[in-house]
C-alpha cells in the first residue's frame, strides 16, 4: 500500500501566473497572479499598494518648517491629518492615535517656551526660535540688493 499524501500543489500551471510573493519562512504565495500586477495576486498586491500609500501619507504629514517646535507647526499637520482622515486615506483609529500625540505636544509647547527662554537668560529668546523656524519673506527690494550684491562679488 503506498503512503504517500496527495498535496494540493499546481505543477500543470506555469509558474509565471503564480504569485510571487515569499513569506518569512520562506514559503511561497500559490495564488494565481492577478491580472492587474506583474508579480502578485490580488491579497499582496493591495497590500503592496497600501504600504506605498503609508509612505507617502508619512511625507503629506510634514510640518511647515520640518519639525514639531511650533503650535503653527501642530495645527498644520493636524489640518492635513482632517484632510487625510476625511478622503479615506488614513483610518479613524490611527487619526486618534495621531490626534493624542499632538495634544501631547501641543501641552508641551509652555514648558518647551519657558526652558528656550530660562536657558538663554531672556525672555525674547522664544521669539527668536519661532523668527528662525519661519523666516520672513524678503521684500523685491532686499532681493534686488541681494542680487546686486551677488553680481558685484562674482565680478
Known amino acids: 500500500m503506498d503512503s504517500t499524501k496527495q498535496s494540493r500543489t499546481r505543477n500543470a500551471v506555469d509558474p509565471t501566473q503564480l504569485c510571487q510573493f515569499s513569506f518569512s519562512d520562506g514559503r511561497q504565495c ?37 519639525q514639531f517646535r511650533t503650535t503653527t507647526d501642530i495645527n498644520h499637520v493636524l489640518g492635513k491629518l482632517f484632510n487625510l482622515v476625511a478622503n479615506g486615506r488614513i483610518p479613524a483609529r490611527r487619526a486618534e492615535n495621531l490626534t493624542y500625540l499632538a495634544q501631547l ?51
Open 105 to 155: 505636544l501641543l501641552y508641551s509647547q509652555k514648558h518647551i517656551r519657558y526652558e528656550t527662554n530660562l536657558a538663554n537668560e531672556d525672555m525674547g529668546a522664544w521669539e527668536e526660535t519661532v523668527r528662525a523656524a519661519y523666516p520672513s519673506p524678503q521684500s523685491e527690494e532686499e532681493q534686488e540688493t541681494e542680487s546686486e550684491e551677488e553680481t558685484v562679488d562674482v565680478n
Open 30 to 66: 500559490r495564488m494565481f497572479r492577478h491580472q492587474s500586477h506583474a508579480s502578485f495576486c490580488l491579497v499582496h498586491a493591495r497590500e503592496e499598494q497600501q504600504l506605498l500609500a503609508q509612505e507617502e501619507i508619512g511625507q503629506e504629514l510634514g510640518s511647515i518648517s520640518g
